[in-house]
């Protein structure tokens, strides 16, 4: 096969769009930098490769560029061109991609739409200087600024400025001095207020007469005080109540007999006639892919087969717009659990199969 994407690539650096006869045209598409937050890298600006499915015809530079670096003739560029595209086209068709060296990769979309990822391998921008990506540097704690000495002292210049009291016409007034005679009068004993001294009539006596008490208590209250009551005091012996010992009552339970266990109903047996479970269409799905068919009937042998060699939930998709069948083994909501299933298959369908995803 020619290297059909190694010469659209060096074409690139001189043309503006390069035509492929029979399959699209390639153009370059400029792309500002921009920051990547999940690496953590700003991207330079670049110029990038761009498809378009049209114009199909055109002139190009593209036959006559291969011609002269395969050095071959126009018709052996034109034949050696129809054949390469037409083996793109087969393995499209079969849900393969196919990748064009330095260009970059094309596949078929479930609806049957050609889908093309440009490579980020080179940038085709005249003045790039060769930066690719850059780290973003480490955010360092900030750092308080050193005042210098020339703002110290700008700083101190202002502080005294402005510490400074204005200056005033008027003189500052002394304050005046009282003279000897103009003091208040002192209130003496006679200006007492009068609940005050009812106050003090009263509750000085009640307070020694308290204080007496207490250091006199028992003069007064005692055994043999003057206030001592000359009936004689009489203790009630107490009286013992018996106590009642509780009697234990032993209450007898019946046991229940437990239920005896339900058996659980046999399932049916498998039967491979019979069409598998489809899986949810709100969730995405994976399909494991093991063959594309023109004619339904042998995809749906194809089908049967393995169910009977217990791939049970194998079947056929939809008729695609290319007009195949395509009979998968399995589905699967994980990723990682197609994988799998693809691994477990025979040598013959695991060679062949791959995974679709809608």
Excluded at 253 to 271: L, M, N, T
Aim: no cysteine; net charge negative.
């Amino acid at each position: 096969m020619i290297k059909l994407g190694k010469h659209i690539s060096e074409l690139l650096y001189r043309h503006d769009s390069v035509v492929v006869p029979g399959f699209g045209t390639f153009s370059t598409r400029y792309v500002p930098a921009r920051f990547i937050p999940e690496e953590k890298i700003v991207e330079s600006p670049r110029k990038i490769v761009d498809f378009s499915p049209e114009p199909k015809q055109g002139v190009t530079p593209l036959v006559a560029y291969m011609a002269e670096k395969e050095g071959k003739s126009h018709d052996e560029i034109v034949h050696s061109l129809a054949e390469t595209l037409r083996d793109v086209e087969h393995a499209l068709e079969a849900g393969n991609k196919v990748d064009f060296e330095l260009i970059g990769a094309f596949h078929r979309e479930t609806d049957g739409s050609l889908k093309f990822e440009p490579s980020r391998q080179i940038n085709y921008l005249e003045d790039y200087t060769g930066v690719d990506a850059v780290d973003t540097p480490l955010q360092k704690p900030p750092v308080e600024k050193k005042e210098s000495e020339e703002e110290k002292k700008t700083l101190k210049t202002a502080t005294v400025g402005t510490s400074k009291k204005p200056k005033t016409d008027d003189p500052m007034k002394e304050p005046e001095k009282k003279a000897p005679g103009q003091e208040k009068p002192q209130k003496g004993k006679e200006g007492m207020d009068p609940a005050l001294k009812w106050l003090a009539i009263i509750g000085i006596p009640v307070l020694v007469i308290l204080i007496i008490l207490f250091w006199q208590f028992n003069y007064f209250f005692g055994d043999e005080g003057l206030f001592r009551s000359s009936e004689p005091v009489v203790v009630e012996a107490p009286v013992e109540t018996p106590v009642e010992t509780p009697v234990e009552v032993v209450e007898e339970i019946e046991e229940v007999p437990e239920p005896a266990p339900v058996p659980e109903p046999e399932k049916p047996p498998f039967d491979p006639h019979l069409e598998p479970a489809k899986p949810d269409i709100h969730r995405p799905v994976y399909y494991v892919v093991v063959g594309s068919f023109r004619s339904q009937y042998n995809a749906q042998t194809l089908a049967l087969k393995l169910r009977k060699e217990n791939n049970r939930l194998a079947s056929v998709l939809d008729l695609t717009p290319a007009e195949f069948y395509r009979v998968y083994s399995g589905w699967y909501y994980d990723l990682e659990e197609a994988k799998k299933a693809k691994e477990q298959l025979d040598k013959d369908h695991r060679e062949i199969a791959w995974i679709l995803h809608r």
